[in-house]
């Protein structure tokens, strides 16, 4: 073990590759992960119409018509995201046959 370890090295190949897929799957993780304010995550009007599968307008037309909670402030309008899931717990019907 007396051999001097540089970068063409093949355990240092290895260990620095090794080291670069843990880095870009943390960044993947991380890219989804939204941080919580007291344990609610809050949802913008497009993550909202995107789950919901809903344009801009319907969603604006849910909360004129008071089918759906929501947030404003100044401009900005957010939708707490336990709100949306027991919005649409709800509105859950089963098949009856």
Known sequence: MSEIMTRKNERIKRFFGL???????IET??????????????????????KLKISHRT???Y????????????GKVLYRESDIQKMLEENY???WQ
Request: proline share 4%.
């Open 59 to 61: 969603l604006q037309d």
């Open 19 to 25: 080291l670069d897929r843990m880095l870009d799957k």
């Open 63 to 74: 909360r004129t018509a008071g089918k759906i909670p929501y947030i404003q402030l100044g």
């Open 29 to 50: 993780a991380l890219t989804g992960c939204k941080p919580t304010l007291n344990g609610e995550r809050f949802l913008t009007n497009q993550e909202v119409s995107d």
């Open 93 to 95: 019907r089963k098949a």
